[in-house]
């Protein structure tokens, strides 16, 4: 451990920040990791990486009830471990559900958040960012603020309704056909009075794209297709399982321009705004090759994981080492430098394993599987290592991370273990392939 690096607090129990750890030593700060000491993830951590428990206190048990961090701040010693290190910086996972609890919390005890809270209430929300791509003349699907049950016509189907904070498949009704927009309206999932963003829909592929604005560079991913799985009970609403990279072969030479051209535009915005950091996008790409902006989400996103574990999904470049620095120097470059989305043909994956229960029907955890890289072969898993310096690109592997603790009781929807494959999980169409299947077959609580 080098003394004269500043530490920062980051959350073990999170796959993104342990795929770092790979790193570590490499890094302009010194990482310290905290894990709830009766939940895993230790096994996945760099050796070379420090680890501090914390603990909920007697008598309580987390459950998906609550924001996992908003419970470790409210429910255990975290607060006094990190003080105890005498770390002032911290990063967490914000979400548009925990980023008020988490800035308060570090407002009342002097803790810096590496990732600023307050651009998150502003890109994430759907109205915001839609007038923002309207002022700069981003390309974008035709839309329009509506508010719920007044006068204010919807678009003849196919559109997509969504509130102003959805997060994922939560919040956004994709209406196919006038009986959808009926059984929408009849299901009360949207209260009268909401506002709402209506967008006409196009057809095409639904992509992802992080980038990493700083104050010289930005910084293009690859890019991802988001995977959802159609909610039985209502075909409008779709639930978010996953991601697959898309293979640069694969992709529209006119879009490659496109995404080159729309996001290079986007970082020059960003900095003089002041907006850095890592920025994910949710896009369409029509059958043209046109880019139309949807989403943009301020934080560490489902991609990720395979993001910072994989240096070729940035082009070789080492960014969390980029972000980091940005932040240590105050100093400008003359001229900024753009790096274009990467040319590789990496198709991993990323799939959530997901238990639906209720209050009637609760669920009890009864295995949790060892954590770590499974090789796959010949339909069959066999358990490989725990060290995440394994996890690589030859030979058809996955990394296996419970999400939820052996022995707990969920009364809610919970995903219960987070896979990263290096290989496809889905076909074409956004459905599990038959190696998906397999593991979602394979592993269960």
């Known amino acids: 451990m080098n003394p004269n690096k500043e530490k920062i607090a980051v959350f073990g129990d999170f796959i993104e920040f342990l795929l770092i750890s790979k790193y570590i030593n490499d890094l302009p700060f010194e990482l310290i990791y905290f894990?709830?000491?009766?939940?895993?993830?230790?096994?996945?951590?760099?050796?070379?990486a420090k680890y501090i428990?914390?603990?909920?206190?007697?008598?309580?048990?987390?459950?998906?009830?609550?924001?996992?961090?908003?419970?470790?701040?409210?429910?255990?010693?975290?607060?006094?471990?990190?003080?105890?290190?005498?770390?002032?910086?911290?990063?967490?996972?914000?979400?548009?559900?925990?980023?008020?609890?988490?800035?308060?919390?570090?407002?009342?005890?002097?803790?810096r958040l590496l990732d600023p809270p307050g651009l998150i209430p502003k890109l994430e929300n759907k109205l915001f960012f839609n007038r923002f791509l309207t002022k700069h003349?981003?390309?974008?699907?035709?839309?329009?603020?509506?508010?719920y049950g007044d006068r204010s016509r919807f678009f003849n189907p196919p559109f997509v309704l969504q509130t102003p904070l959805s997060d994922g498949g939560a919040g956004t009704f994709i209406?196919?056909?006038?009986?959808?927009?009926?059984?929408?309206?009849?299901s009360g999932k949207i209260k009268r009075g909401s506002k709402l963003l209506m967008r006409k829909w196009i057809e095409g592929i639904p992509g992802g794209i992080t980038i990493l604005v700083s104050k010289d560079e930005t910084i293009l991913s690859s890019i991802r297709k988001q995977c959802f799985e159609v909610n039985n009970q209502h075909n409008f609403y779709e639930e978010f399982e996953g991601?697959?990279?898309?293979?640069?072969?694969?992709?529209?030479?006119?879009?490659?321009?496109?995404?080159?051209?729309?996001?290079?535009?986007?970082?020059?915005?960003?900095?003089?705004?002041?907006?850095?950091?890592?920025?994910?996008?949710?896009?369409?790409?029509?059958g043209n090759g046109d880019i139309?902006?949807?989403?943009?989400?301020?934080?560490?996103?489902?991609?990720?994981?395979?993001?910072?574990?994989?240096?070729?999904?940035?082009?070789?470049?080492?960014?969390?080492?980029?972000?980091?620095?940005?932040?240590?120097?105050?100093?400008?470059?003359?001229k900024i430098i753009f790096k274009s989305f990467?040319?590789?043909?990496?198709?991993?994956?990323?799939?959530?394993?997901?238990?639906?229960?209720?209050?009637?029907?609760?669920?009890l955890v009864k295995n949790n599987f060892k954590d770590g890289i499974y090789k796959f072969k010949k339909g069959k898993f066999s358990f490989l290592s725990s060290d995440i310096a394994n996890f690589g690109l030859r030979g058809k592997m996955i990394l296996f991370k419970n999400e939820a603790q052996k022995g707990t009781v969920h009364k809610n929807q919970f995903i219960f273990a987070s896979v990263l494959s290096n290989f496809p999980l889905y076909n074409s169409s956004g459905n599990l392939n038959e190696e998906g299947k397999l593991i979602k077959d394979y592993f269960k609580v």
């Open 292 to 334: 139309h902006l949807i989403e943009c989400n301020p934080r560490i996103s489902a991609a990720s994981a395979l993001l910072f574990h994989f240096p070729i999904l940035f082009g070789g470049n080492k960014v969390i080492s980029i972000f980091l620095s940005d932040i240590q120097t105050k100093k400008h470059n003359k």
């Open 342 to 363: 990467p040319e590789n043909n990496f198709k991993g994956s990323v799939l959530y394993l997901v238990i639906n229960c209720s209050s009637k029907n609760p669920v």
């Open 175 to 186: 209406i196919k056909n006038t009986n959808e927009r009926q059984a929408l309206v009849k």
């Open 35 to 48: 894990f709830e000491k009766d939940f895993g993830g230790r096994p996945l951590l760099s050796k070379s």
């Open 53 to 111: 428990n914390y603990s909920f206190r007697d008598g309580y048990k987390f459950t998906d009830e609550m924001d996992f961090i908003e419970a470790a701040i409210k429910n255990s010693d975290l607060t006094k471990k990190i003080k105890e290190e005498g770390i002032a910086l911290v990063w967490p996972i914000l979400c548009i559900e925990n980023f008020e609890i988490i800035l308060k919390w570090a407002n009342q005890n002097a803790f």
């Open 243 to 286: 991601l697959q990279f898309i293979a640069f072969k694969d992709i529209n030479p006119a879009a490659v321009k496109n995404i080159n051209k729309v996001f290079k535009n986007i970082g020059t915005i960003f900095r003089k705004e002041d907006w850095r950091g890592f920025f994910s996008f949710d896009f369409i790409i029509s």
């Open 137 to 147: 003349h981003i390309k974008k699907p035709v839309s329009k603020e509506i508010i």
